[in-house]
């Protein structure tokens, strides 16, 4: 990495570092006791009079970073950012004393420091700590960016976190709210009797999805293993093992492109219900969404962009094919040969790759390009073509599954089965799978031997639902992209 030449004013901090140890003061301290952040102390002081405050008599030590300086000679006010927001805090010589002024004349803004003092409310009315105590704890070497000129560009920000936090409030929220979403799940499933595991994040064999792998090599056994692509097979294992309602939350990986809303890392939830099916599994994905933007946000209803998404009212379910026939009248059930869909597609001018030579995988990719954009409202699009759905359950039609995909503002963000439990179909799908990679399909399964076994040994009719993590946080954040919800998101090279 290529050192930079200091600018004056790192240059000038670095130089107090010498003068902060001749006055006895580490630059870069030591442990501060602190016994309020400052939103406990806005919660204590709300709605109190100056006069009730001064009766209060309320002693607290904050510490966070300087944020602005107003210094008037031997009195100065300062605004000190902790992680719940910012706090103003009184600096007069007469009370902190004069060393302890001596050293917060070193003070810029950026640097970390605590202070110990009483909450009072100045003439204009702002809650105001005045120091009695002030204590250097971390010098910081460079400006920080401008308020309205600095760490705008987005790539900037996702590059350097830190920066973005410091900065840039939005981010602070967007990233304490995303730890409440992952908890609110948690508790809700927890409440409803489900086991949150974790599984191996490196696999033997590919599976569970359609999804490019990234691929490692384990020096030992001298093998090659894949990142996982999806956490679907090991939780099905557990579910034939009788642990019946699991889930995890963890980190895929898929070797595939970047823009708005994919990301290569990213997290996901996946959950198995024993003894359920498609439309239990979607009352539970559904009640669960609905309780977790309460929480979040404080409402069902979520702004999002200029639209309103509803999560109170009952989510829509509609078919695939009604769907599509809906858009364009084309009715897919009734379509038997590939090059009568092949026509349609041309037509429509939609593209095929090689592999997709089935009426289900033109049915999909119509669908894909032609309806799901208009989904703004929850809706759960079920019925889906058994070319595209190798691990769930057949519909009474055998050309579709029990599947669904929740779809929010025209983006994916649930996909469910009813799951398959027949080996003896699974084994055929795997085949199928087989002959889409011979033919050049790189999202195409593997044939997983030992799971097949495991479905040998019988799995109990069960519901299944994935749900992407990232997206979820980007609907109720009101976030664009992806990379505002991850806090350190996959970056092509400056």
Known sequence: MEIKELNDQEQFRREKLAKYKELGVDPFGKAYKVSHHVSDIRKLCE???????????????IAGRI????????????????????????????????????????????????????????????LTIRAEKYTHLTKCLHPLPEKFHGLTDVEERSRRRYLDLICNEEARKVAFARPQVVRSIQHFLDEQGFVEVETSILNPILGGAAARPFV????????????????????????????????EIGRLFRNEGMD????????????????????????????????????VTGNMVVSYQDKQIDFKSP?????????????????????????????LADKYEIHLDKFKNTVGYVMNEFFEELCQDDLIQPTFVYQYPIEVSPLTKKDKDPRFTQRFELFVNGKELANAYTELNDPIDQRERFEAQLKAKNLGDDEASDMDVDFVEALEYGM???????????????????????????????MRDK
Request: overall charge positive; glycine content about 8%.
């Open 260 to 295: 708005a809303t994919h990301n290569p890392e990213f997290t996901s939830i996946e959950i198995y219900q024993a003894y359920s099916d498609l439309k239990g599994i979607g009352a539970l994905t559904e009640k669960m969404i609905r309780q977790c933007a309460k929480e």
């Open 315 to 343: 989510f829509k379910w509609i078919s695939m094919k009604d769907l599509i026939k809906e858009k364009t009248g084309i009715d897919f059930a009734k379509i038997e040969s590939f090059d009568e869909a092949k026509a």
């Open 47 to 61: 709605k109190k009079s100056a006069a009730r405050l001064d009766k209060m008599n309320l002693i607290v030590s």
């Open 67 to 126: 944020k602005a300086i107003r210094r008037m000679g031997k009195a100065s006010f300062i605004n000190i950012q902790d992680k719940t927001g910012n706090m103003q805090v009184y600096m007069g010589i007469d009370v902190v004393g004069k060393k302890a002024y001596e050293v917060f004349r070193l003070a810029d803004i950026g640097d970390i420091v605590g202070v110990k003092g009483r909450v009072m409310m100045t003439r204009t009315g702002e």
């Open 216 to 247: 490692t090599h384990h020096n030992t056994l001298d093998k090659d293993f894949y990142l996982r692509i999806a956490t679907e097979l090991n939780l099905k294992r557990l579910i034939v093992g009788g642990m019946e309602r699991v889930y």
């Open 460 to 490: 109990a009719p069960t519901g299944g639902v994935g749900m992407g993590i990232d997206r979820l946080v980007m609907l109720l954040t009101n976030q664009t992209q992806v990379r505002e919800v991850i806090l350190f998101p996959t």
